[in-house]
C-alpha cells in the first residue's frame, strides 16, 4: 500500500534563517505531488505541484521554492525565513485514477 | 476558474443525531471528482467520501453520505449518528480528471456535544 511521510512534524526557526522540509512516497511510482500550506483557522493554498522529476510548477509568488530531485521525493525549501511563512505545511499525492489527494502528517513551523 | 464555496463556516450537532454539511461549486466542465476530506486537531487530512460527477447516486461510506445536486452544482455531506469523533473541520474539494491539483473550500467547523 502507498504511503506518505513528511518531516519534521515541528519546527521553530529564527526570520532570516533557511528553510527544508522533505515528503517522501511509498508504494507508487510517478506520483503527482503537492505542498499546499495552511494558516491558523484557513483553508488549504496551493504552493506548489509537481508531475515529475525536475517538473515545479508555483501557485503563489513568495520566497518559498520547491524541488524534486527524485521521483518519490518532494522538497519545500526557502534561503530566508519570514514571519509570515509560520503554518501548517501539508505535502500529498494524487491518486491518479479519480484525483483524490493522499496527505502527510503535516508539519508546523514557527517563525520567530 | 473553478470555485468552492462552503458557506457555514461552524455547526454544531449533538451525538447520535444527524448534521449537513453544505457545498457548493462552480465549474463548467461535465466530468469532474467531488471530494469531504476531515481534518481532526492532529490536523491531518483524511479523505471522506468522494464522487464522480457522471455518476447519479450518491456517494455513501458508512455513516457519511453525499447529496449531490449535479444541475445546482450542489454537494452536502450528510453525517448520521454523529459521534465525538467527528469533531473536526470538513473541507470540500473539486478536482476534474486531467486537472493537476484540487480546489478546497475554506472549511466548515464541526462540533460535536453531548
Known amino acids: 500500500s502507498q504511503t506518505i511521510h513528511q518531516w519534521p512534524a515541528t519546527l521553530v526557526q529564527p526570520v532570516g534563517s533557511p528553510l527544508s522540509l522533505e515528503c517522501t512516497v511509498e508504494?507508487?511510482?510517478?506520483?503527482?505531488l503537492y505542498w499546499y500550506r495552511q494558516a491558523a483557522g484557513r483553508g488549504l493554498q496551493l504552493l506548489f505541484y509537481?508531475?515529475?522529476?525536475?517538473?515545479i510548477s508555483s501557485e503563489v509568488p513568495q520566497n518559498l521554492s520547491a524541488s524534486r530531485p527524485q521521483d518519490r521525493q518532494f522538497i519545500l525549501s526557502s534561503k530566508k525565513l519570514l514571519l509570515s511563512d509560520s503554518g501548517f505545511y501539508l505535502c500529498?499525492?494524487?491518486?491518479?485514477?479519480?484525483?483524490?489527494?493522499?496527505f502527510g502528517e503535516g508539519s508546523r513551523l514557527t517563525v520567530l | 476558474a473553478q470555485t468552492v464555496t462552503q458557506s457555514q463556516p461552524e455547526m454544531s450537532v449533538q451525538e447520535a443525531e444527524t448534521v449537513t454539511l453544505s457545498c457548493t461549486y462552480d465549474?463548467?466542465?461535465?466530468?469532474?471528482?467531488l471530494f469531504w476530506y476531515k481534518q481532526p486537531p492532529s490536523r491531518q487530512m483524511i479523505l471522506v467520501i468522494r464522487?464522480?460527477?457522471?455518476?447519479?447516486q450518491n456517494a455513501t461510506e458508512n455513516r457519511f453520505s453525499v447529496n449531490f445536486q449535479k444541475a445546482a452544482k450542489s454537494f452536502s455531506l450528510k453525517i448520521s449518528d454523529s459521534q465525538l469523533g467527528d469533531a473536526a473541520m470538513y473541507f470540500c474539494?473539486?478536482?476534474?480528471?486531467?486537472?493537476?491539483?484540487?480546489?478546497f473550500g475554506t472549511g466548515t467547523r464541526l462540533q460535536v456535544t453531548l
Open positions: 500529498a499525492w494524487r491518486a491518479y485514477r479519480a484525483g483524490e489527494l493522499f
Open positions: 508504494g507508487t511510482s510517478n506520483p503527482n
Open positions: 509537481s508531475v515529475g522529476i525536475g517538473q
Open positions: 465549474t463548467s466542465e461535465s466530468d469532474y471528482y
Open positions: 464522487q464522480e460527477a457522471y455518476k447519479q
Open positions: 474539494a473539486y478536482n476534474t480528471g486531467t486537472a493537476s491539483k484540487l480546489t
